[in-house]
């Protein structure tokens, strides 16, 4: 029985994790891939950098192999969009607006 329990407790803190990365996902990239979120207030590959390295668990190394850019501008640049979306908030990074369009 507690077998069971163990697992069925894994089964939904798995189902929560993904419900996280579909969140993070939502914020990044908007409802339809692009449109609004980070990726249309930002380069959108400042978004694809904090996929690759927070979502898909890579190395900053990996990353920026990936992406082509060195591992600190990468790196700057991470800080740079989250710095973006705390002076946003949340609610206009998925929007995919601006300070200045709100």
């Known amino acids: ?3 069971m329990d163990r697992k ?3 089964e939904r803190r798995i189902d929560a994790d993904y419900g996280l990365i579909d969140a993070a996902t939502f914020i990044l ?3 339809d891939g692009m449109s609004d979120g980070l990726a249309s207030i930002a380069p959108g590959w400042w978004a694809d950098a904090i996929y690759h390295h927070y979502l898909s668990l890579r190395t900053w190394e990996q ?3 990936i992406m082509g850019y060195c591992t600190r501008y990468l790196q700057r640049s ?3 969009a989250f710095d973006l979306m705390d002076a946003h908030g949340m609610a206009a990074t998925v929007a995919g607006v601006g300070c200045a369009e709100e």
Request: proline share 0%; no cysteine.
């Open 29 to 31: 990239y908007g409802r």
């Open 1 to 3: 029985a507690s077998t």
């Open 8 to 10: 069925e407790q894994l």
């Open 63 to 65: 990353t920026a192999e």
């Open 78 to 80: 991470v800080r740079a």
